[in-house]
């Protein structure tokens, strides 16, 4: 795979004075990415949320999340605007 980057002059030809400059840049590049920090995306309050209930048992819908969707479907079906009729 083959790559562009926009290098100064100066950069470009200590590149050409090597003997593999492929070999170098793939190495340094390697090691930049090793070295590199992970910064760890702040998670949502509502993924927060989901996650504090799928580990807190006290917090377990246990079992109620199917009559939330059957009610959920019967508001929808039944639903409609004074507009609708």
Known sequence: MQISL?????TIQ???N???PDIF????VKQAL???VKVEKKRSKWALLVQEIGSNPD????????QI???ALEVREGFSFPSDD
């Not at 926009?6 to 100066?10: P, Y």
């Not at 917090?59 to 199917?66: C, I, K, T």
């Open 25 to 28: 840049v793939d190495d340094v």
């Open 59 to 66: 917090l377990n819908l246990a079992g109620y999340s199917e």
């Open 18 to 20: 090597l003997a593999d």
């Open 14 to 16: 200590q590149l050409k």
């Open 34 to 36: 090793q070295g590199q």
């Open 6 to 10: 926009n290098l100064s002059e100066t």
């Open 69 to 71: 969707k059957r009610d």
